[in-house]
């Protein structure tokens, strides 16, 4: 079964996951909202992180930094005076790539422009007759570089506004706060600081759905330690990004390593796990070894000290940065593109279920009444059972039918209520992914679906 960018699309729009931003005006590119289902399980997604990388790493602190930092902090990253990507416009079709992508793409990988100058590219670009991947033809503008920041403006008076910026990412707020959290919480090295926050790119070519959009939201920690076990930590994040992903019930076949052959001039090491998208492998996630020059640059622009003392040896050193860093939105669709099955059934139906691990499903169980003359009894379990965890209540149409939906947003267990469970009080529950069913006394429920759902 061949899951395409259009299959899954689809299903989010007509089952209430995702939605085009601002879709009754026509829209606005590379925007999407998410509906009442989509934002329960990147809710859920998001916990599921929480609770791996942060709840259960005694090292590890949480934060949640203010997007709209002091411009100084983009000067200290390099961001104001680098953050651009060079665009080539196609005059016949006036679409807009990046011209690097060109070069990787005609050259299936093997040719990386990341260190070429924009004259470079451009020969290159000529000289291989690189045509217009919309069109067709080879009529290209010049290249040029468009800022990826998003500019704003703090003050009261016209004319005298105070240039800001839309954070174009999070891990900047968890270098400014070193100091604050070291001291605060009497913070050891080797400890970290987490995030989970939106960041903003200009973006000016969409990108496959939610695989690349304007407004996205980014879950990442900064490991700060000693250079001499800076190594030992990359390669435990690597291993901990890989198992985080096999324990969401992604298959390893669909995942790869790639280590970076040519890496910025501060960094020791960078690797990738790529996922294998509707739209071939791409970047999932990354691991970096950032040197220490992070908190370097910061203690330059601000004149504030990010040195570390050692308890114990009385050293005073700038820490080494092990990066680790997912996409919340490109993991939503892994999750979807992983999960999404389309099974034959006897008869010659055909059912669509996503298969999602329960902990990231949007409801844990549906309540079904058989019919609705019997609700009062399914009403009550839904309201005993909602205060544990989300619930679906579907009263609508055949039984049959109301499975399917169910499936189709994933719920990995439906309870139904029916005649029986008004002289025995017990109920059926079937599972999602199996469809087998078992009978179970209503009181049974709560602890046979918590069980289920840890993750």
């Known amino acids: 079964m061949s899951v395409t960018m259009e299959k899954i699309v689809n299903l989010c729009k007509n089952r209430g996951i995702i939605f085009q931003g601002s879709e009754i005006y026509g829209g606005m590119g590379n925007t999407w909202d998410y509906g009442p289902v989509g934002v329960e399980i990147k809710n859920n997604i998001k916990k599921a992180w929480w609770k791996r990388f942060v709840q259960e790493d005694p090292s ?18 390099g961001h104001t005076q680098n953050f651009a990507d060079p665009k080539m416009d196609c005059k016949s079709c006036k679409q807009r790539f990046r011209a690097d992508n060109l070069i990787e793409d005609h050259s299936k990988g093997k040719v990386s422009a990341e260190a070429m100058s924009n004259e470079e590219m451009e ?9 217009c991947p919309h069109c067709g033809n080879f009529n290209w503008t010049p290249i040029r570089q468009f800022k990826l920041m998003f500019e704003t403006s703090r003050g009261t008076l016209d004319g005298e506004k105070d240039v800001v910026y839309l954070r174009p990412e999070t891990c900047q707020g968890e270098y400014v706060n070193f100091l604050n959290i070291q001291r605060s919480m009497r913070a050891k090295v080797p400890f970290a600081i987490a995030q989970i926050g939106k960041s903003f790119r200009n973006e000016i070519t969409p990108g496959n759905f ?21 190594f030992d930590i990359y390669n435990e994040y690597k291993e901990k990004a890989r198992k985080f992903l096999l324990d969401l019930n992604f298959s390893e076949d669909h995942l790869k390593f790639h280590d970076h052959d040519k890496l910025a001039f501060y960094a020791k090491a960078a690797c990738d796990i790529f996922y294998l998208f509707p739209m071939g492998w791409s970047e999932l996630n990354g691991i970096h070894h950032r040197s220490t020059h992070d ?79 019997i609700n009062e009894k399914a009403i009550e ?75």
Not at 60 to 77: E, Q
């Open 381 to 455: 379990l839904y309201n005993n059972l909602s205060k544990k965890f989300m619930c679906m209540y579907d009263e609508a149409g055949s039984i049959g039918k109301r499975y399917r939906r169910q499936d189709e947003i994933g719920v990995p267990f439906s309870v139904t209520v029916d005649f029986d469970t008004l002289e025995d009080n017990t109920v059926t529950i079937r599972d999602r992914d199996t469809m087998e069913q078992i009978r179970l006394p209503i009181d049974e429920v709560e602890k046979y679906i918590e069980e289920k759902i840890v993750f």
């Open 210 to 230: 939610i695989f690349r959009t304007i407004e996205f939201e980014q879950m990442e920690l900064q490991k700060f330690c000693k250079e001499e076990t800076s």
């Open 295 to 373: 908190l370097s640059r910061h203690q330059e622009f601000s004149g504030k000290s990010m040195l570390y003392l050692d308890p114990i040896t009385n050293e005073k050193y700038i820490p080494t940065v092990i990066e680790y860093s997912i996409g919340a939105d490109r993991l939503m669709l892994a999750v979807l593109t992983e999960a999404y099955t389309e099974e034959e059934l006897e008869g010659g139906d055909t059912r669509i279920v996503l298969k999602l691990h329960p902990a990231i499903a949007p409801y844990k169980v549906a309540i079904l009444p058989l019919q609705k003359n």
């Open 60 to 77: 590890t602190y949480g934060v949640d930094a203010a997007i709209l930092m002091n411009p100084r902090v983009w000067d200290a990253s």
């Open 123 to 131: 020969k290159y670009i000529s000289d291989n007759k690189i045509n």
